[in-house]
Nanobody
Framework: QVQLLESGVGLVQAGGSLRLSCAASGGTFRVFTVGWFRQAPGKEREFVAAIDYSRGNSYYTDSVKGRFTISRDNAKNTVYLQMNSLKPEDTAVYYC????????????WGQGTQVTVSS
């Protein structure tokens, strides 16, 4: 069974930085894409960033472009989300998700980690 373990719970002031990690373990799978999503209170979950695991291409939602960077360490089966210039509106529960080859959508999800940005 594939498990995604997120780390990097944080409380940071506006303008600060935080790095989230997502480590995958268990199961036998080939990773197609790893993404980060977030859900703020009272809002729907939204896409934040994703990385093509084999080629390293990255994708971002407009609101985080230039501030967030997604990267991967294949040897550690870990994906990172470096978040800089954080804003209060970045406050949310952040979820890591994995899409394996052969799947039409993200088929494994982490438990979520809280990020709070104070003004």
């Amino acid at each position: 069974q594939v498990q995604l373990l997120e780390s990097g719970v944080g409380l940071v002031q506006a303008g600060g930085s935080l790095r989230l990690s997502c480590a995958a373990s268990g199961g036998t799978f080939r990773v197609f894409t790893v993404g980060w999503f977030r859900q703020a209170p009272g809002k729907e979950r939204e896409f934040v960033a994703a990385i093509d695991y084999s080629r390293g291409n990255s994708y971002y939602t407009d609101s985080v472009k230039g501030r967030f960077t997604i990267s991967r360490d294949n040897a550690k089966n870990t994906v990172y989300l470096q978040m800089n210039s954080l804003k209060p509106e970045d406050t949310a529960v952040y979820y890591c998700a994995l899409r394996s080859y052969g799947s039409d959508d993200y088929n494994y999800w982490g438990q979520g980690t809280q990020v709070t940005v104070s003004s």
